[in-house]
Nanobody, 126 residues
Framework: QVQLAESGGGLVQAGGSLRLSCTAS????????MGWFRQAPGKEREFVAAIRWGLGTTYYADSVKGRFTISKDNALNTAYLQMNSLKPEDTAVYYC???????????????????WGQGTQVTVSS
């Protein structure tokens, strides 16, 4: 069982920045995929970004492309989500997720991830 520890949420004004971190309890090998989903009140959980550990290939939702950047630190088994130019509509609980092996092309699929963090609140005020 993989444990994911998240940090970095908080309250920020529109236009501001936050960085989320997610650390896995085991070594992330080349087959690992780590990502972020978010869920706003009354809405379904939606894909935000993901990264493949081996090649560093990244994936983004259209709504965050150009504003958010996902990256990784292999030595720390940690993924980061740098969020810039935040908007009120980015307000949500952000969940880190991981999978030890994922079929190419399924990185945006909620149901293809096996492990989830507890979630961290991001609130963007207008």
């Amino acid at each position: 069982q993989v444990q994911l520890a998240e940090s970095g949420g908080g309250l920020v004004q529109a236009g501001g920045s936050l960085r989320l971190s997610c650390t896995a309890s085991e070594r992330a090998d080349s087959n690992y995929v780590m990502g972020w989903f978010r869920q706003a009140p009354g809405k379904e959980r939606e894909f935000v970004a993901a990264i493949r550990w081996g090649l560093g290939t990244t994936y983004y939702a259209d709504s965050v492309k150009g504003r958010f950047t996902i990256s990784k630190d292999n030595a720390l088994n940690t993924a980061y989500l740098q969020m810039n130019s935040l908007k009120p509509e980015d307000t949500a609980v952000y969940y880190c997720t991981a999978d030890r092996w994922m079929t190419w092309g399924t990185e945006r699929s909620l149901y293809d991830y096996d492990y989830w963090g507890q979630g961290t609140q991001v609130t963007v005020s207008s």
